[in-house]
């Protein structure tokens, strides 16, 4: 059976979200490995100097290239891709969903001038009353509208497939995709809000000053689903794309991985409070109920979990994998796209453990803002996302370009060298952070830095450097399959794990957005809203903007 | 709709009742150490104007330091600022060990962090803001406190000490 055509203009436009994606992973991780290495006291930041003028900006393009750029721009390719494949049609408007594409590079370039010259260093979460250049919340926020275009385009080409389909059960990749797409437009409002009422107009000079309590509470509205927004998509591969990479597996239940999706939707955004346990603007009670909830959206993780394990399991038993772990070796580790996403599935667990401990309340108090958090995100954004990510592209690059994957097995070593470094990076942030040290500080230069801190600190160096070395075989071979000679025989074939039940016997309340959608708003309503209001009613202006950098 | 019953392998319902039952769990894990045993998180205190908060002579932040409201009891008004230089006022503070020190900490200018080594005691610092929480000091020894936000290019410098007499 012949698989759905994409047309070459539909590839080539998916490609070319890849392609910004890698680039700005490309010139992202290039500073990764630089903090880690003034951990270790090897400050490379002297050298660098007339270009870049501090650790601190060097953070700053770490963060927003690898945690906004490369994440966003891979997601709203894969999404396309998975609406267009999964529904088996093209693009209703192609025209828009590239309106959104350019408003969304325009937006990268914008805001990356003034990061570069040193008039944006406000990090990722770009805290007020630390106030950028204009154009960095202008590009910022046509980013975030780009990629709103972007997806009404998706969602436009999904109407018109239910219109033909009206008792169809909608594919699961284009469902998945397209609720990880709403989740995205619902949680960005909270930054856009910021933004657009507050943080622009200051920079502009409009208005004299900000309240930066209430900013945060815009910005962790957005802060906390935009985790979501970075794994449903890894989510997507690993239910529907990995056990068929793996081994031929079955999706094990296509019912509860489609009801966890439902359950992110409902859950991912009322839980933003978490990040702001020790905030002072913010009653207690708030801050717990937002940590009871906290712990029900790990609940579809733990579902996630169950399904992707048992569908793995489902193919290598069926290749004669035996034992109650023996069958992990079945699995097919020799696909490079197999061995990361593997390797980052792994990883996630640990990522997971302590995402749990800083969602718990009062444990976040020996936690905040320490190294174990940026330990913990490097297990999730930078491995258990990053790593899958780059599985995908492994091959989806060949599909959508038709050149073969150059050397496999330097992309497997990529995949073994990214897990290996980020175990030593992550493992001695995480023992720093539960030592006392902070985030966000040149520890090397820091006056309070005990002697018992020295030989992790190293270990975070060790750790970056052999990230450095397996980032740089990512784009080698990135570079090297996008320019192969070498073409594939006959177009790749896209991995589509098969549910072992028929969807269309799943319930039809599964295949219903209203109810779904409804709760999410009510439940927003009911847990953000009272603060919300508060927060607003009371707003006070009185932070004039600070460049102290 | 009978055909339409949602399937759940039982091996998939067990793991489904064991995860609810471990978050069920760790949630009365945090109630217990937070509403029995008193572990909590801050909460609002008091907002000020971040423009005047260090020079209003009525501002107890324009002559930030140790007040001893009773007998081994202390009340701590400590500025967090980045300007100009990236520190704390008071830097040093000294108390006997047993003593209870309530922080009122808060900025004049951006974001800051204030976390006691080796304590519960670790909060953001927002300008327009009072972040409050208290510490017991049974211990005695030097507790580093240390600026743990983001607040521009002397952040990694900023910290200050609590030291505690036998």
């Known amino acids: ?549 | 709709m009978s055909a339409q019953n949602m399937h759940i392998d039982s091996y998939e319902r067990n793991w489904m009742i064991f995860s609810f039952v471990l978050l069920v769990l760790f949630a009365a894990a945090v109630s217990v150490a937070a509403f029995g045993m008193g572990i909590q998180v801050p909460a609002p205190e008091q907002r000020v104007d971040p423009n005047t908060v260090a020079t209003d002579p009525n501002s107890p932040w324009s002559n930030p330091g140790l007040r001893e409201v009773a007998p081994g009891k202390y009340d701590a008004y400590i500025l967090a600022r980045a300007i100009p230089n990236w520190e704390y006022l008071p830097k040093e503070l000294t108390v006997p060990a047993g003593s209870s020190v309530s922080f009122y900490v808060t900025s004049p200018d951006v974001q800051h962090g204030f976390k006691i080594q080796d304590t519960n005691a670790n909060f953001m610092v927002l300008p327009g803001q009072v972040s409050k929480l208290t510490v017991k000091f049974d211990k005695a020894g030097t507790y580093n406190f240390i600026c743990t936000e983001f607040c521009g290019s002397g952040h990694g410098v900023m910290y200050g000490a609590i030291t505690v007499t036998p």
């Open chain 1, 1 to 549: 059976m012949k698989q759905y055509q994409v047309s070459a203009a539909e590839k080539k436009f998916i490609g070319s979200h890849i392609l910004v994606a890698v680039l700005a992973l490309a010139v992202g991780s290039l500073f990764g490995p630089l903090q880690a290495f003034e951990h270790a006291g090897w400050d490379v930041y002297v050298y660098l100097k007339p270009l870049i003028k501090s650790y601190y900006q060097g953070l700053t393009v770490h963060g927003v290239l690898n945690a906004l750029v490369w994440t966003t721009f891979f997601i709203m390719g894969f999404l396309t891709f998975n609406v267009i494949f999964g529904l088996k049609r093209p693009l209703k408007n192609i025209v828009l969903n590239k309106v959104g594409f350019w408003l969304m590079v325009v937006g990268v370039v914008a805001a990356a001038i003034p990061v570069l010259l040193n008039e944006a260093t406000v990090l990722f979460t770009f805290y007020p009353p630390l106030k950028a250049n204009p154009f960095f919340y202008i590009g910022l926020t046509l980013v975030v509208v780009g990629s709103w275009v972007e997806g009404w385009g998706l969602l436009i080409t999904y109407f018109d497939w239910r219109k033909e389909n009206a008792n169809e059960r909608t594919p699961f990749v284009a469902f998945a995709s397209l609720v990880t797409f709403v989740l995205w437009q619902i949680c960005t409002l909270g930054v856009a809000v910021e933004i657009l009422t507050m943080l622009l107009p200051w920079s502009l000079g409009l208005i004299k000053g900000v309240d930066p309590q209430l900013a945060r509470t815009y910005f962790w509205f957005t802060g906390h689903p935009l985790v979501y927004f970075w794994l449903l998509p890894v989510y997507i591969s690993w239910y529907a794309m990995l056990p068929k990479q793996a081994g031929n597996g079955k999706m094990f239940s296509d019912s509860l991985a489609r009801l966890s999706f439902w359950i992110f939707l409902v859950l991912s955004t009322p839980l933003g409070f978490h990040h702001q346990y020790v905030d002072p603007g913010v009653p207690p009670a708030w801050k717990f109920i937002h940590a009871m909830l906290t712990f029900g959206v790990f609940f579809p993780s733990m579902m996630t979990a169950f399904t992707v394990i048992a569908s793995l399991e489902h193919g290598a038993r069926k290749n004669g994998g035996k034992g109650a772990l023996g069958w992990i070796g079945k699995l097919n580790w020799s696909d490079p796209s197999v061995a990361s996403q593997l390797l980052a599935g792994i990883l996630f667990f640990f990522g997971g453990i302590g995402g749990l401990a800083n969602a718990s309340y009062n444990v976040n108090l020996v936690l905040h803002n320490t190294a174990f958090v940026p330990g913990h995100f490097h297990l999730t954004v930078a491995t258990a996302v990053t790593l899958s990510f780059i599985g995908i592209s492994y091959w989806m690059v060949p599909y959508l370009t038709g050149r073969k994957l150059w050397q496999p097995k330097w992309a497997t070593i990529q995949a073994w060298t990214w897990f290996v470094g980020m175990i030593v990076f992550s493992n001695s942030m995480h023992v720093l952070g539960l030592l006392g040290a902070p985030r966000r500080v040149p520890l090397n230069l820091a006056p309070y830095v005990p002697a018992e801190w020295n030989s992790r600190l190293f270990q975070v160096g060790l750790g970056g450097a052999i990230l450095f070395l397996s980032g740089a075989i990512y784009l080698l071979v990135m570079y090297m399959t996008a320019t192969n000679k070498e073409r594939v025989e006959a177009e790749v074939e896209v991995p589509i794990a098969e549910p072992m039940q028929d969807p269309a016997l799943s319930p039809v309340w599964l295949d219903r957005w209203a109810p779904w959608i409804y709760g999410a708003f009510a439940l927003i309503v009911l847990v953000y809203g009272p603060m919300l209001f508060d927060l607003i009613k009371n707003i006070a202006l009185t932070s004039p903007g600070f460049r102290v950098w």
